[in-house]
Structures are given as structure tokens and as C-alpha cells.
């Protein structure tokens, strides 16, 4: 086990030092989740909703959008000179050449997610220093879910025609109960509600993660071997 | 017999399967609408019930053979279950389709709305986005064995997402009639509505089964003209 996780670290590795060398997909990602967020504010009429009723949805809603945006570029990148060709001559089992695709886009999804926070909080001015490290909690559980069916998605959408497209219409039936469970969370965390009114919504989150990590990472293998 | 000949032969088949079923829902409508009582407090609107409940188990049934086939597909990796998941996912949808404007019909004068974010609701109209995504797919790759891995590992996610997508809406609470024939106790449905929704339950199960057959048919057909393509050129 640890060497496969070494050779997923080491395609991790890969892909996140080509992303800090361009930056610039990482940079597009950042700007647009700003984008949406700045949209959301001119969507809602300040007189009538208070900002923290809308809150949770906000930040969900741009965070998945932006996940989007990331993952479709995760297989776009193999897919020029045929590097995913080279990636899958190298002698990695396809469990672990998931996993480190999977740790990349995770650290893309949530360093998008870590720009976008601050801007959020800003934007909205909403308090978030007592519920921080329960919103930071819950925003792992529910992303690792949906970016590791995401990362399987995205390998097979490269492949199609519209690829741009094949992503959201797959993804996004996924997407909605971490969506659901992370927004009902958050809501119940920025109103500073016990932790006991959370559990069941927690529980269903890692019982997600748990489920689909496993499953996606024993399909990955009858999605890149011809 | 070249395949061909056996795609043809299937195609009518299920041609024929389908209009048989579609005499007998010409019965089911009879039935309905002179044999069943009305309903005390729903009035005629109840009626759509032998049309809804049918077309929803049809796509509930389509949607979970797709997910079966799916795994079998991976394991197995024989044509057929491919074939066969690609025509049910394609009927469930039509199913769906049936289903989920039967539903609003009801709805508007029972309910005093179209449509509510109730968990069976939500649940099904996400199931239907599912397979629809699904068809999507299968559309856009062009490989064969590639498209049916991919839309087989579609259909196993999909499986397993099912739970999930009930679990995360089931914390709403339900406005959807509760179930009157498949519970525990004995059914509470008067023995004419009873009768009236297994035939109709029947006719449909029918129709699903003639209309996959023939799409079944149809891509091997489809197959066949394709493989003939590649020789020719």
C-alpha cells in the first residue's frame, strides 16, 4: 500500500507542479468563482433577504461552480501531445493513477475554494471566525466526495465530443446531496446550532466520500484501459 | 441468418409485443374510466393514478435494470448487456417522461401546486437527469467498446447514487401519497381500483418490454450497417 500511495503522491506531484508553472488555469478558476460571487450580489435585493439567510447557498453554489471549472481541465491537460498515452504506459496501477489525479484536483479545487472564502466573507459580510473550523470541516468532506466522482467523470468527458459540456450534465445529479448536506451544515454552523443537529447530515457526507472514493477508484481502470 | 436477419426478426417482435400492449392500455382506459368507482375526495383526478403508478414502476424498472446490466457489463464484458442497458435506459426515459407530467397534472388540482420539492419527487426528477445524461453520453462517444464502458460505469455510479439522493431529500418532509398496494398490511384500495392498476401495471410492463426489444433489435441493426460500413470502406 504505501508504494502505491507513493506513485499517487508522485502523479499528484506532477500535476501540481505543471499547474504552479502556467498558473493560469488556476488563476481563471479564481477569478471566475470571484465572478460569480460579485453576480450573487446583484441577484438579491439586500432590502428584502439578509445576507446571511442566502449565505450558505451563495458559497455552495459558486464553490460547485467553480469545482466545475477546475475539473474540466483536469484530463484536458493529458489529452494535449497525448501525454495521458505516456501516463498510462508507466507502470502504475490504475487504483493509484486515480487516487493522484484525484489528490491534484482536490488541491485545485480547494485552493480555489481557500480564495474564494475570504472574498465570500467580504462580499457578504458575513461572520464566519466561530464557525471556521467547523465550514472548513465540512467543506473537505463534501469536496472530496463530489471532485472524486468529478475526476472519474472528467477522464471519460475528455473522450466525448462537447466535452465542456458532458461534464456539468454528469456531474451535477451527483453533486446534489454533498450540495444539500453542506448547505444544510453550513446554515446550521453560521447560526452556531449544536453539533448533534449536524451528525446525521455529517454522517451522510463521509458515508458519500467513503462510497465513492472506493467505487471510482476500482472503476478508473474500465475507463482509461482500451 | 445474418445478423441482419436477426435484427429484423427482433424489431418486429417487439413491434408486435408493443401493439399488443397498446390494445390492452386502450382497455386499461376503459377500465378506468367505467369500471373503477370514483374516488370520494379526488374526484375524476384520481383516475390519472392508473396511468402514473404504472409508468413509474415501468421507469423505476428500466433505471434499475440499467444499473444491473451496468455491472454485469464491467464484469462479463459481453455486448449484449450493453446493448440491452442502452434501449432500457432509453424507454425508462420515455417512461419518465410519462411519469413526471402525469404527476403535475394530478398535482395542480389535489395539491393546489405543479410541482413541490418533495423527496419521491425530487428523487425521480433527478433519476430522470441521470438517464438522460446517460443517453447523453452514449450519443457523444463513438468508440463502441468505449462507449460501453464508459455508460457502464455511468450506470453503476447512478446505482449508487440512488440511496444517497433519497437519504439527502427524505429530511423534507413527504407530501406524496403513501403507498396503497406495495406495504406491509394488505392493500387499502377497493378490489376494482386494485384489479384496474395490475392490468394496467401489466400493459405497461408489456409495452416496456416490446419497445426494448425492438430498440434492442435496432441496434443491432445499427451494428450490423456499421461493421458493413468499415468492410465497404
Same mark, same amino acid.
Not at chain 1, 446583484?42 to 432590502?47: E, I, K
Not at chain 1, 461552480?65 to 484536458?76: D, G, K, S, Y
Not at chain 2, 445524461?133 to 467498446?145: E, F, I, K, N, T
Given at each position: 500500500m504505501p508504494e502505491a500511495l507513493r506513485l499517487a503522491l508522485a502523479i499528484a506531484g506532477k500535476d501540481i507542479r505543471a499547474e504552479l508553472r502556467s498558473r493560469t488555469a488556476l488563476l481563471s478558476?479564481?477569478? =471566475?468563482?470571484?465572478?460569480?460571487?460579485?453576480? =450573487?450580489? =446583484?441577484?438579491?435585493?439586500?432590502?428584502?433577504?439578509?445576507?446571511?439567510?442566502?449565505?450558505?447557498?451563495?458559497?455552495?453554489?459558486?464553490?460547485?461552480?467553480?469545482?466545475?471549472?477546475?475539473?474540466?481541465?483536469? =484530463?484536458?491537460?493529458?489529452r494535449e501531445h497525448g501525454a495521458l498515452d505516456g501516463l498510462l504506459l508507466a507502470p502504475v496501477p490504475r487504483g493509484s493513477l486515480f487516487l493522484g489525479k484525484l489528490l491534484a484536483n482536490l488541491a485545485f479545487v480547494g485552493a480555489v475554494e481557500a480564495v474564494t472564502l475570504p472574498l465570500f466573507v467580504l462580499f457578504f459580510n458575513v461572520d464566519l471566525a466561530a464557525a471556521l473550523p467547523g465550514i472548513i470541516g465540512v467543506t473537505a468532506l463534501a469536496t472530496i466526495g463530489f471532485v472524486s466522482v468529478g475526476t472519474i467523470f472528467s477522464a471519460m468527458a475528455v473522450r466525448t465530443r462537447f466535452a465542456e459540456l458532458m461534464l456539468p450534465v454528469l456531474l451535477l445529479p451527483f453533486m446534489v446531496p454533498p450540495l444539500i448536506g453542506a448547505v444544510q451544515v453550513t446554515s446550521r454552523l453560521l447560526a452556531g446550532r449544536p453539533l448533534s443537529e449536524m451528525l446525521g447530515w455529517l454522517r451522510l457526507l463521509a458515508v458519500y466520500d467513503v462510497v465513492f472514493v472506493t467505487l471510482c477508484t476500482m472503476a478508473f481502470a474500465a475507463v482509461v484501459d482500451e | 441468418m445474418t445478423a441482419t436477419d436477426t435484427a429484423r426478426a427482433l424489431a418486429r417482435r417487439g413491434l408486435r409485443i408493443s401493439a399488443t400492449a397498446l390494445v390492452g392500455l386502450a382497455g386499461v382506459y376503459v377500465l378506468a374510466l367505467v369500471y373503477t368507482p370514483i374516488e370520494a375526495r379526488q374526484g375524476m383526478a384520481q383516475k390519472i393514478f392508473y396511468l402514473h403508478v404504472p409508468a413509474a414502476w415501468c421507469a423505476l424498472l428500466a433505471f434499475s435494470l440499467v444499473g444491473i446490466t451496468s455491472a454485469l457489463y464491467l464484469w462479463l464484458m459481453d455486448p449484449r448487456l450493453d446493448r440491452f442497458a442502452a434501449a432500457s435506459a432509453e424507454v425508462g426515459v420515455a417512461f419518465g417522461a410519462v411519469m413526471l407530467t402525469t404527476g403535475p397534472i394530478w398535482a395542480k388540482p389535489i395539491w393546489g401546486t405543479w410541482w413541490t420539492w418533495d423527496a419521491r419527487l425530487t428523487l425521480t426528477l433527478f433519476l430522470f437527469f441521470l438517464f438522460i445524461?446517460?443517453?447523453?453520453?452514449?450519443?457523444?462517444?463513438?468508440?463502441?467498446?468505449e462507449r460501453a464502458r464508459f455508460s457502464a460505469v455511468v450506470g453503476i455510479l447512478g446505482m449508487l447514487l440512488v440511496p444517497f439522493i433519497h437519504l439527502s431529500v427524505y429530511l423534507f418532509r413527504t407530501l406524496h401519497p403513501q403507498p396503497v398496494v406495495l406495504k406491509p398490511s394488505a392493500p387499502s384500495l377497493p378490489p376494482e381500483m386494485l384489479r384496474t392498476l395490475l392490468v394496467s401495471t401489466l400493459v405497461f410492463t408489456l409495452l416496456y418490454v416490446g419497445l426494448v426489444t425492438m430498440r434492442y433489435g435496432l441496434s443491432l441493426a445499427e451494428e450490423a450497417r456499421d461493421e458493413a460500413a468499415d468492410a465497404a470502406g
Open positions: 478558476a479564481v477569478v =471566475f468563482a470571484a465572478l460569480v460571487l460579485v453576480v =450573487f450580489n =446583484f441577484a438579491r435585493d439586500p432590502t428584502v433577504l439578509a445576507a446571511t439567510d442566502l449565505a450558505p447557498s451563495v458559497l455552495w453554489v459558486t464553490f460547485a461552480l467553480a469545482a466545475m471549472v477546475a475539473l474540466n481541465r483536469a =484530463f484536458t491537460i493529458e | 445524461g446517460y443517453l447523453a453520453l452514449r450519443a457523444s462517444v463513438h468508440d463502441p467498446s
